[in-house]
């Protein structure tokens, strides 16, 4: 298959493209390099240094490259920074998105996968873990964007006809991920540590948060190729674990004998967020595989070895 990935220099957008191509097929990337790296980029996709609000130019490099999927994965990604310039983080993840989508409905693709995050459009759901039919209520500019987007997605299925699976991620963790993003915790937790800093803990330790190892999400990106259209899937593992549980998970790996700093809580941040896998399962026939514990030692690893300087050290 031909496939375009938008965020293929990012943290999870990478490990998907790396999916792709080891699975045979053929790979084209537009990023504009803002969060993404170019030592992300695998060298035999080819790559397309873009912006996706620029819609000219995403129709031109989707009507040379006519993929038969378009994976959309580019967006802002922080909350904070949601929070902070919405219309920004409007700009990159609704234009953006209608953009990109606009273009692949021109160049006549077959299937667009769109990149949503189950952590921020249920906002605080009323059920834990949470399936695909609560109601979408989310508090952050971020996930009223990401909630945009997927009603995008069916808007075009039915003016233009192009299908789309739409994949909920819970906090996806895993070597590559940027300290700044949404769920960057482990990675800055990592850094943080294993250069003897103290990292801060907003609110007092028990937020909880359902984390699912990159490898587990690119494999359910390899399947959307085939299946799910027209639905919707939670990708995380039903397991909350507590902000204090991370830290002491890396603290444990690394051998870090000191505690957190703990601060206030942040505004747009939900308490608990734990995602439903039982539709992808049935549908998609996926499942995690990777247990917390075992995935979190591989972002120590990767982190001792790049050693990449540190964000502010929050959870
Ligand atoms: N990390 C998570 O836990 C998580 C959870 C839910 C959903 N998501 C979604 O997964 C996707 C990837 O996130 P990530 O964590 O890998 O973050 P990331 O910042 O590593 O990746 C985003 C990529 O998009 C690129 N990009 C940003 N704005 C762009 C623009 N205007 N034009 C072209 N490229 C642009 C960046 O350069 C980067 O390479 C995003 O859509 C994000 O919302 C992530």
């Known amino acids: 298959m031909r496939i375009l990935v938008t ?45 996706v609000t620029d819609v000219d130019r995403m129709k031109e490099i989707v009507l040379a490259e006519k993929p038969d999927v378009v994976n959309h994965h580019a967006a802002q990604v922080n909350i904070r920074v949601s ?4 219309v920004f983080d409007t700009h990159v993840n609704v234009v953006g998105t209608v953009a990109v989508l606009e273009a692949a409905a021109r160049a006549g693709t077959k299937k667009f996968i769109f990149i949503s995050s189950g952590g921020a459009v249920y906002g605080e759901a009323p059920v834990l873990p949470t399936p695909e039919d609560v109601p979408a209520s989310p508090i952050s500019h971020y996930g009223a964007a990401k909630l945009a987007g997927e009603r995008y997605c069916h808007v075009y299925y039915v003016t233009t006809g192009m299908p789309y699976t739409i994949l909920r991620y819970s906090n996806v963790y895993g070597p590559r991920q940027n300290p700044d993003g949404e769920a960057g915790v482990t990675a800055i937790f990592a850094n943080k540590l294993l250069k003897g800093e103290q990292p801060v803990i907003f609110g007092d330790g028990s937020k909880t948060r359902d984390y699912v190892h990159v490898s587990d999400v690119a494999a359910a990106n390899l399947i959307a190729l ?14 909350r674990i507590t902000d204090q549980q991370v ?33 992808a399962q049935k549908i998609l026939g996926w499942r995690p595989a990777v247990e917390f514990e075992e995935g979190v030692a591989s972002v120590v690893e990767y982190n001792r070895h790049t050693c990449k300087s540190a964000g502010p050290g929050v959870l």
């Open 226 to 239: 085939e299946r799910g259209d027209l639905g919707v899937f939670n990708i995380g593992t039903g397991r």
């Open 7 to 51: 965020g293929g220099a990012g943290f999870i957008g990478s490990h998907v493209v790396d999916a792709y191509l080891a699975a045979g097929h053929d790979v084209a990337v537009v990023d504009n390099l803002s969060t993404g790296l170019r030592e992300n980029l695998n060298p035999a996709a080819r790559f397309y240094e873009a912006d």
């Open 83 to 86: 929070v902070a310039n919405p």
């Open 247 to 279: 830290f002491e998970a890396i603290a444990r790996v690394v051998g870090y004998q000191g505690s957190p700093i703990y601060d206030d809580f942040r505004p747009g941040e939900v308490m608990h967020s734990c995602l439903d896998w039982t539709r």
